[in-house]
Protein backbone atom coordinates (compact mmCIF):
# COMPACT_ATOMS: atom_id res chain seq x y z
CA UNK A 1 0.00 0.00 0.00
CA UNK A 2 1.94 3.38 -0.92
CA UNK A 3 1.49 7.00 -0.23
CA UNK A 4 -1.80 7.44 -2.87
CA UNK A 5 -3.43 4.84 -1.15
CA UNK A 6 -3.12 5.85 2.55
CA UNK A 7 -4.08 9.45 1.36
CA UNK A 8 -7.19 7.79 -0.30
CA UNK A 9 -7.83 6.05 2.82
CA UNK A 10 -7.62 9.58 4.57
CA UNK A 11 -9.55 11.49 2.30
CA UNK A 12 -12.54 8.74 2.38
CA UNK A 13 -12.11 8.93 6.30
CA UNK A 14 -12.34 12.68 6.47
CA UNK A 15 -15.39 12.66 4.35
CA UNK A 16 -17.36 10.28 5.95
CA UNK A 17 -16.40 12.11 9.58
CA UNK A 18 -17.40 15.05 7.89
CA UNK A 19 -20.79 13.43 6.70
CA UNK A 20 -21.73 12.43 10.36
CA UNK A 21 -20.43 15.54 11.94
CA UNK A 22 -23.99 17.53 11.93
CA UNK A 23 -25.83 13.58 13.31
CA UNK A 24 -23.59 13.46 16.74
CA UNK A 25 -23.30 15.23 19.28
CA UNK A 26 -19.64 17.21 19.46
CA UNK A 27 -18.15 14.90 22.10
CA UNK A 28 -18.99 11.49 20.42
CA UNK A 29 -17.91 13.58 17.24
CA UNK A 30 -14.70 14.17 18.80
CA UNK A 31 -13.90 10.30 19.89
CA UNK A 32 -14.54 9.28 17.07
CA UNK A 33 -12.39 11.82 14.52
CA UNK A 34 -9.56 11.00 17.29
CA UNK A 35 -10.02 7.36 16.70
CA UNK A 36 -9.87 7.43 13.22
CA UNK A 37 -7.16 9.98 13.37
CA UNK A 38 -5.35 8.17 15.45
CA UNK A 39 -5.65 4.39 13.41
CA UNK A 40 -5.14 6.57 10.20
CA UNK A 41 -1.62 8.34 11.99
CA UNK A 42 -0.19 4.57 13.34
CA UNK A 43 -0.75 2.68 9.93
CA UNK A 44 1.33 5.81 7.76
CA UNK A 45 4.06 5.54 10.62
CA UNK A 46 3.92 1.83 9.86
CA UNK A 47 4.47 2.38 6.00
CA UNK A 48 6.90 5.09 6.35
CA UNK A 49 9.05 2.72 8.61
CA UNK A 50 8.96 0.01 6.02
CA UNK A 51 9.92 2.22 3.04
CA UNK A 52 13.00 3.29 5.54
CA UNK A 53 12.04 6.81 6.76
CA UNK A 54 12.39 6.43 10.08
CA UNK A 55 12.44 10.07 10.79
CA UNK A 56 8.93 10.79 9.85
CA UNK A 57 7.64 7.46 10.74
CA UNK A 58 8.51 8.37 15.10
CA UNK A 59 6.92 11.55 14.96
CA UNK A 60 3.93 10.71 13.08
CA UNK A 61 3.52 6.94 15.23
CA UNK A 62 4.02 9.20 18.50
CA UNK A 63 1.18 11.49 17.80
CA UNK A 64 -1.15 9.12 16.65
CA UNK A 65 -0.62 6.81 19.59
CA UNK A 66 -1.47 9.79 21.07
CA UNK A 67 -5.07 10.01 20.05
CA UNK A 68 -5.23 6.65 20.90
CA UNK A 69 -4.91 7.04 24.40
CA UNK A 70 -1.16 5.42 24.66
CA UNK A 71 1.94 7.25 25.20
CA UNK A 72 2.97 10.59 26.50
CA UNK A 73 1.40 12.09 24.05
CA UNK A 74 -2.22 11.39 25.21
CA UNK A 75 -2.70 14.23 27.00
CA UNK A 76 -1.94 17.14 24.15
CA UNK A 77 -3.66 15.26 21.43
CA UNK A 78 -6.59 17.05 19.98
CA UNK A 79 -6.60 20.26 22.33
CA UNK A 80 -5.54 18.66 25.61
CA UNK A 81 -8.34 18.00 27.13
CA UNK A 82 -7.14 15.93 30.00
CA UNK A 83 -3.81 16.96 31.77
CA UNK A 84 -2.88 20.19 30.07
CA UNK A 85 -1.05 23.08 31.11
CA UNK A 86 -2.93 26.23 31.89
CA UNK A 87 -6.21 25.04 33.02
CA UNK A 88 -8.19 27.05 34.91
CA UNK A 89 -12.13 26.05 37.14
CA UNK A 90 -14.15 28.65 37.33
CA UNK A 91 -16.96 28.67 40.06
CA UNK A 92 -19.18 31.56 39.85
CA UNK A 93 -22.27 32.45 43.28
CA UNK A 94 -24.38 35.29 43.15
CA UNK A 95 -22.03 38.06 44.99
CA UNK A 96 -18.71 36.15 43.38
CA UNK A 97 -17.13 34.57 41.00
CA UNK A 98 -13.61 32.81 41.47
CA UNK A 99 -10.93 31.17 39.68
CA UNK A 100 -8.87 27.98 40.72
CA UNK A 101 -5.31 27.57 38.41
CA UNK A 102 -4.91 23.86 38.19
CA UNK A 103 -0.75 23.85 37.88
CA UNK A 104 -0.41 26.64 41.12
CA UNK A 105 -3.96 25.67 43.22
CA UNK A 106 -4.22 29.37 43.29
CA UNK A 107 -7.30 31.08 43.69
CA UNK A 108 -8.03 34.66 42.39
CA UNK A 109 -11.51 36.10 42.01
CA UNK A 110 -13.71 39.17 42.54
CA UNK A 111 -16.60 40.88 43.58
CA UNK A 112 -19.68 40.60 41.14
CA UNK A 113 -22.03 42.47 42.80
CA UNK A 114 -22.75 44.45 46.12
CA UNK A 115 -20.92 47.27 47.48
CA UNK A 116 -17.32 46.12 46.71
CA UNK A 117 -18.71 45.23 42.84
CA UNK A 118 -15.50 44.71 40.35
CA UNK A 119 -13.42 44.89 43.19
CA UNK A 120 -10.36 42.30 42.84
CA UNK A 121 -10.50 39.32 46.40
CA UNK A 122 -6.84 40.31 46.56
CA UNK A 123 -7.71 44.06 46.79
CA UNK A 124 -9.65 43.68 50.08
CA UNK A 125 -7.90 43.14 53.03
CA UNK A 126 -9.27 40.33 55.36
CA UNK A 127 -11.69 42.08 57.76
CA UNK A 128 -13.05 43.71 54.43
CA UNK A 129 -14.04 40.63 53.30
CA UNK A 130 -14.95 39.23 57.09
CA UNK A 131 -17.33 42.21 56.93
CA UNK A 132 -18.63 41.87 53.05
CA UNK A 133 -19.51 38.15 53.91
CA UNK A 134 -21.78 38.71 56.39
CA UNK A 135 -23.82 40.91 54.12
CA UNK A 136 -24.42 38.04 51.44
CA UNK A 137 -25.51 34.83 50.62
CA UNK A 138 -24.29 31.72 52.33
CA UNK A 139 -23.07 30.53 48.67
CA UNK A 140 -21.39 33.39 48.03
CA UNK A 141 -19.78 33.58 51.80
CA UNK A 142 -18.60 29.92 51.27
CA UNK A 143 -16.59 31.05 48.27
CA UNK A 144 -15.13 34.06 49.95
CA UNK A 145 -14.19 31.41 53.05
CA UNK A 146 -12.85 28.61 50.60
CA UNK A 147 -10.66 32.25 48.62
CA UNK A 148 -9.72 32.95 52.53
CA UNK A 149 -8.41 29.43 53.33
CA UNK A 150 -5.55 29.41 50.71
CA UNK A 151 -4.96 32.86 51.00
CA UNK A 152 -4.75 33.41 55.22
CA UNK A 153 -5.59 29.80 56.83
CA UNK A 154 -5.47 31.36 60.30
CA UNK A 155 -8.23 33.81 59.16
CA UNK A 156 -11.03 31.84 60.90
CA UNK A 157 -9.19 31.92 64.39
CA UNK A 158 -10.73 35.70 64.80
CA UNK A 159 -14.46 34.84 66.28
CA UNK A 160 -16.59 37.68 63.83
CA UNK A 161 -15.08 35.79 61.07
CA UNK A 162 -16.03 32.00 61.98
CA UNK A 163 -19.83 34.00 62.70
CA UNK A 164 -19.51 35.40 59.11
CA UNK A 165 -18.76 32.48 57.28
CA UNK A 166 -21.86 30.33 58.83
CA UNK A 167 -22.09 27.20 60.44
CA UNK A 168 -24.78 25.67 57.74
CA UNK A 169 -24.10 23.83 54.42
CA UNK A 170 -24.34 26.10 51.51
CA UNK A 171 -26.19 24.81 48.60
CA UNK A 172 -26.01 26.53 45.06
CA UNK A 173 -28.29 28.12 43.63
CA UNK A 174 -30.45 26.56 40.37
CA UNK A 175 -29.11 23.58 38.77
CA UNK A 176 -26.11 23.36 37.41
CA UNK A 177 -25.71 23.84 33.56
CA UNK A 178 -23.43 22.04 31.68
CA UNK A 179 -21.45 25.26 30.62
CA UNK A 180 -21.16 25.98 34.15
CA UNK A 181 -20.09 21.93 34.65
CA UNK A 182 -17.39 22.66 32.01
CA UNK A 183 -15.49 25.87 33.41
CA UNK A 184 -15.78 23.94 37.05
CA UNK A 185 -14.07 21.12 35.74
CA UNK A 186 -11.68 23.04 33.06
CA UNK A 187 -12.99 21.15 30.25
CA UNK A 188 -14.67 21.77 26.87
CA UNK A 189 -17.41 20.38 25.33
CA UNK A 190 -15.63 18.02 23.43
CA UNK A 191 -13.92 16.02 26.81
CA UNK A 192 -14.81 12.66 27.28
CA UNK A 193 -16.10 10.28 30.01
CA UNK A 194 -12.56 9.85 30.80
CA UNK A 195 -11.60 13.60 30.58
CA UNK A 196 -14.08 14.38 33.10
CA UNK A 197 -13.17 11.75 35.53
CA UNK A 198 -9.04 12.49 35.47
CA UNK A 199 -10.04 16.89 35.72
CA UNK A 200 -12.19 15.81 38.83
CA UNK A 201 -10.18 13.51 40.14
CA UNK A 202 -6.86 15.89 39.66
CA UNK A 203 -9.36 19.04 41.26
CA UNK A 204 -10.53 17.17 44.19
CA UNK A 205 -6.48 16.16 45.20
CA UNK A 206 -6.33 19.72 45.53
CA UNK A 207 -10.48 21.00 46.84
CA UNK A 208 -10.88 18.06 49.13
CA UNK A 209 -11.48 18.78 52.37
CA UNK A 210 -9.18 16.03 53.58
CA UNK A 211 -6.37 17.81 51.92
CA UNK A 212 -7.18 21.15 53.82
CA UNK A 213 -10.11 22.24 51.25
CA UNK A 214 -13.22 23.00 50.61
CA UNK A 215 -16.44 21.36 51.60
CA UNK A 216 -18.50 23.65 49.44
CA UNK A 217 -16.19 23.68 46.41
CA UNK A 218 -15.68 19.98 46.59
CA UNK A 219 -19.57 19.58 46.36
CA UNK A 220 -19.27 21.71 43.35
CA UNK A 221 -16.94 19.87 42.08
CA UNK A 222 -18.67 16.45 42.87
CA UNK A 223 -21.97 17.65 40.65
CA UNK A 224 -19.97 19.12 37.68
CA UNK A 225 -18.90 15.86 37.14
CA UNK A 226 -22.03 13.92 37.76
CA UNK A 227 -23.57 16.95 34.96
CA UNK A 228 -21.27 16.03 32.42
CA UNK A 229 -20.92 12.47 32.55
CA UNK A 230 -24.62 12.05 32.51
CA UNK A 231 -24.73 13.19 28.99
CA UNK A 232 -22.23 10.14 28.11
CA UNK A 233 -25.08 7.55 29.64
Known sequence: MGPIVLGVIALLFILWALNGFAKANPAAMAKVVRLGGGIVAVVGAVLLA???????????????????????LRDVAFGGVSGAKGRVSRVKAPFVEMELDHDSGRMAGKVIAGRHQGVALDALDVPALVAFMSEIDTESAALIAAYLDRRNPRWRENGDAGAAAGQGHPTATGKMTEQEAEQILGVTQAASPDDIRRAHRQLMKKLHPDQGGSTYLAARVNEAKEVLLRRHR
Open 50 to 72: VRGQIGLAIPIGAAGLGMLGWGP
